[in-house]
């Protein structure tokens, strides 16, 4: 008798345990899940921070707001800043790289190395402008060359406005205006490859473009 | 032996935790999804916001020199011509403007420039090399007295023609608080000597025989001078001229008003009609439509731009 009771005891308490330990694995298993999925937004996996890509493009379009209201050197100096001999811009390493991994001359520069360079990271400066015949599909020239940007790079655009009788603007450049360039890298009047795209005194709209990851 | 009875309460835990584990499940996909779709909707709106953060910005900025430099073109235009050329321009920036946005992102901008809607100043223009003197020949008088605003003062010196030691005194007041700003402009072999009043004497070379100098703003066109111009002043209205000799040379100024109060040159520029200096038609401030479309943000944003300074 007392030996069926304790085997009834037992083989109660065997069964609250193994449903016990079933229904504790049902719940940790859903909050393990519910943990999971919570985070399941576009910045889930690292690759992505939303509010740290945010705070990259406010940086960078910081700075190029400031350049462009910079009376010493402005965004539309900079675009002028062109040095016919070494057909890049004036201080810059060659065509393709621009200044490189050097800062571009002025504000703009000293501020792109203080708020990225020395932040280790990295970024491109490129100006686009509209090219004169619509079929060229060659409409950009690189004022800085970094590396290729990874997925998280962010971009920071503003649009400046040249004008037919502005003038270059590197250390040297003749007071020839800018419609007055050629521009085809033989050109004997001079090489600036930012064509006169625009009917009257407008000479071209350039975007530059501010690429930081 | 297991009874029935426990049996029944040993599946009620079970069941109880079945029955928490669905809530739990059904919350978490319920708050991913708002989280989401938040996230998601955020990121699409600020991306359009920021697209067009600064095109009002980078329109007026390009609309003032633009009508800056068509002011300054011709000098024989009417007032309706003038607006017909501006608009014409406009035109053709505002198709470039889109085009380069359009390049590189997904919104549509247009611009339009409002003639009726603008206001027109006036340009007294000396294009001649001459004596800067007054038409009775006298060098010291008053360009302006009262009667505007002046917005802007280029001057080119004539070093060729004009003599070592010959100077111009040119004198901007504020009638109204009486506060004034000089500046002497001092000829000196192929440049001129600049020297606001009370300030440091500054050399602004020249080229070819010509110094340029933007009196208004305070800065050399042909040489990196600078100093203290008249533009300094709070609303400069009234500007004096004062020569000790034949000081030579061509003069453009700007002043808000196309009404006459009291001023020296009064003659009109026109087609067979050149006196020299003459007045023309400038455009003071530009009443300049900018529409901006997107997938997620419209807007039309009119604003009178005032062309000589960054009033708006």
């Not at chain 1, 690759?47 to 539309?76: G, H, K, M, Y």
């Not at chain 2, 739990?24 to 953060?53: F, K, P």
């Not at chain 2, 002046?150 to 080119?156: A, H, I, K, N, R």
């Amino acid at each position: 008798m007392s030996t069926d009771r304790a085997s009834v005891v037992t083989v109660r308490g065997q069964a609250h345990t193994l449903e016990g330990v079933i229904g504790s694995l049902v719940i940790l298993s859903a909050v393990l899940f519910a943990m999971q999925s919570v985070a399941l937004t576009p910045s889930t996996g690292g690759s992505v921070d939303v509010s740290e890509r945010q705070e990259l493009r406010n940086q960078a379009t910081d700075i190029l707001v400031l350049s462009s209201q910079n009376e010493n050197f402005s965004l539309s100096t900079m675009v002028r800043y062109w040095n016919e001999r070494t057909r890049t811009f004036h201080g810059g390493l060659t065509p393709r790289l621009g200044y490189g991994s050097r800062h571009p001359p002025g504000a703009m520069g000293e501020m792109l190395n203080e708020t990225f360079s020395n932040r280790s990271r990295s970024y491109n400066l490129e100006v686009r402008y509209l090219p004169k015949d619509p079929t060229n599909p060659e409409n950009s020239t690189t004022i800085a060359f970094q590396g290729t940007p990874d997925e998280n790079a962010v971009v920071a655009k503003r649009t400046v406005t040249l004008f037919d009788n502005q003038t270059l603007t590197a250390p040297g450049a003749s007071d020839v205006e800018l419609w007055q360039y050629g521009t085809s890298i033989n050109d004997q009047d001079g090489y600036y490859p930012v064509p006169n795209a625009v009917k009257g005194p407008v000479y071209n709209v350039v975007e530059v473009r501010l690429i930081v990851w | 032996m297991v009874t029935q009875n426990n049996r029944g309460r040993a599946q009620l835990i079970l069941v109880g935790a079945l029955l928490l584990a669905t809530v739990i499940l059904g919350l978490s996909m319920l708050l991913n999804s708002m989280l989401l779709t938040g996230a998601t909707g955020d990121t699409g709106a600020t991306a359009a916001i920021e697209e067009t953060d600064f095109v009002d910005y980078d329109v007026e900025m390009s609309m003032r020199e633009l009508v800056v430099r068509l002011n300054h073109e011709e000098r024989n235009r009417t007032p309706e011509e003038l607006g017909a050329v501006v608009a014409t321009e406009t035109d053709h920036f505002s198709r470039a403007l889109a085009e380069a946005r359009a390049r590189s992102g997904s919104v549509a901008i247009a611009v339009e420039y409002n003639n009726s809607s603008s206001s027109f100043g006036r340009r007294i223009v000396q294009a001649e090399n001459a004596d800067i003197s007054d038409s009775g020949g006298s060098r010291d008088w008053d360009l302006i007295d009262g009667g505007g605003r002046v917005g802007w003062f280029s001057l080119s010196v004539n070093t060729t023609a004009s003599q070592d030691g010959d100077t111009l005194v040119v004198e901007a007041i504020n009638q109204s608080s009486g506060d004034d700003v000089s500046v002497t402009l001092d000829v000196n072999g192929t440049g001129v000597d600049v020297t606001p009043g009370g300030g440091t004497t500054e050399y602004c070379e020249g080229e070819r025989g010509r110094v340029l100098i933007d009196v208004y703003a305070g800065r050399g066109f042909t040489d990196d001078c600078g100093f203290t111009g008249i533009g300094s002043l709070d609303w400069p209205d009234t500007l004096k001229f004062d020569a000790n000799d034949e000081f030579v040379g061509k003069y453009a100024v700007v002043v808000s008003e196309s009404t006459t109060q009291v001023e020296s040159v009064t003659d009109p520029c026109g087609p067979g009609v050149d006196p020299d200096p003459c007045r023309a038609p400038a455009i003071w401030e530009a009443n300049v439509t900018t529409s901006v479309q997107s997938n997620t943000v419209s807007y039309q944003n009119t604003a009178n731009l005032t062309v000589y300074t960054n009033d708006r």
